[in-house]
């Protein structure tokens, strides 16, 4: 079975750090563009960031820039989010989602010139004091 599935989430307060999780089972994560998305309640789901196949090459919302860093672990299957000096408004349930083909652009991944063919189930961020 392909699948994804987050972990990481939690209550956090301002200014703290979270690290979110996405591991992929039944297929092989590095072969595709992964990027995480995120949705608050009563607004659309937006790109947070993305990253590469290959050569990791990383994009950034400008929201999170500074912020946030995505890496991968292939050796595990896994790519992560560093959320670091979070804020209320990075509340949301983040997604990760993998797609695209060995070398697609993570801005076109984020952008949604790519397809993303696989999504988790999600994991809840809360930023609140």
């Known amino acids: 079975q392909l699948q994804l599935v987050e972990s990481g989430g939690g209550l956090v307060q301002p200014g703290g750090s979270l690290r979110l999780s996405c591991v992929a089972s039944?297929?092989?994560?590095?072969?595709?563009?992964v990027g995480w998305f995120r949705q608050a309640p009563g607004k659309e789901r937006e790109a947070v960031s993305c990253?590469?196949?290959?050569?990791?090459?990383?994009y950034y919302t400008d929201s999170v820039k500074g912020r946030f860093t995505i890496s991968r672990d292939n050796a595990k299957n896994t790519v992560y989010l560093q959320m670091n000096s979070l804020k209320p408004d990075d509340t949301a349930v983040y997604y990760c989602?993998?797609?695209?083909?060995?070398?697609?652009?993570?801005?076109?991944?984020?952008?949604?010139?790519?397809?993303?063919?696989?999504w988790g189930q999600g994991t809840e961020v809360t930023v609140s004091a």
């Open positions: 990253i590469s196949s290959g050569v990791e090459i990383a």
């Open positions: 989602a993998a797609g695209g083909t060995w070398g697609t652009s993570p801005q076109a991944m984020c952008v949604g010139r790519t397809a993303r063919d696989y």
């Open positions: 039944g297929f092989t994560l590095d072969a595709y563009t």
